[in-house]
């Protein structure tokens, strides 16, 4: 077979890959509707008092829910967010609604800073929370950032913006919390993603979009972003011994109300 004949029919399973992409795309969208019908809204929780959570992005949209109602069926959240003010505000907001109700003891929530634009603010989190030699029995990676639009940009770090929120930092983040995350029995990492992962594409020559290969878009940007914490979230599935206890999943949400499309980060 000549070279010109692997090529083409490596761009032709390319094509096919990509069309078979967007019919997912398409579908979950046009009937999530009819195929969520069954489900309860809000989904009731059992009792999780024995549990620790942290939840990224916590102050807005599918994590600040996540958040609450973790809350609420009695974990021990942890709110790891950019705005520290912002979820200050917020659990003062909880925890007045929740005593009124009479429900019960005040929620076990708190807040700490985390910046996923900036690496160190990952490591220096990840220090302070395995100081405390406490086990972690969830993490739940919700943070993200879709900039609709915008112009391409890069962190401090030198990695393009979607790429590192999306997927460098929530790696870097679950990897060092391995720690406490096998403390716990039975722990869980959640990658919150999306199903435009479908039409993603990772070139590990060039995660930044740089080299002209493809035009840069904050479509390609999220969507590459996407694709690649899927493959990152079954690469380290495979590679965690069965003796640690601890999984890892991702989960699209579907369409949901939520403001990840925007040019500010929902940290």
Known sequence: MSSETASLKKNGLGWIEWIRGWFNFLQEILLQRIMASHLH?????????????????????IGSETARQLAEAGAHVVMAVRNINAAYELIQQWQTKWSA??????????????????????????DAWNARLVPLHVLINNAGMFAMGGAQKFSKDGYE?????????????????????????????????????????????????????RKFSSFVGYSSSKLAQVMFNNVLFKKLPLKTGTSVVCLSPGVVQTNVVSVILKL
């Open 101 to 126: 109700s009479g429900k019960g003891l005040p929620l076990n929530i708190q807040a700490m800073e985390l910046d996923l634009l900036s690496l160190d603010s990952v490591v220096r989190f990840s």
């Open 41 to 61: 809204n809000p989904f009731p929780l059992p009792p999780l008092n024995h549990l620790t959570c942290i939840v990224t992005g916590s102050t807005c949209g």
């Open 161 to 213: 913006q979607h790429m590192q929120v999306n997927h460098l930092a929530p790696a870097l983040l679950s990897l060092l919390l391995l720690p406490s995350l096998i403390r716990a029995s039975q722990s869980r990492i959640i990658n919150v993603n999306s199903v435009m992962h479908y039409v993603g594409f990772v070139d590990p020559n060039d995660m930044n979009v740089i080299l002209g290969k």
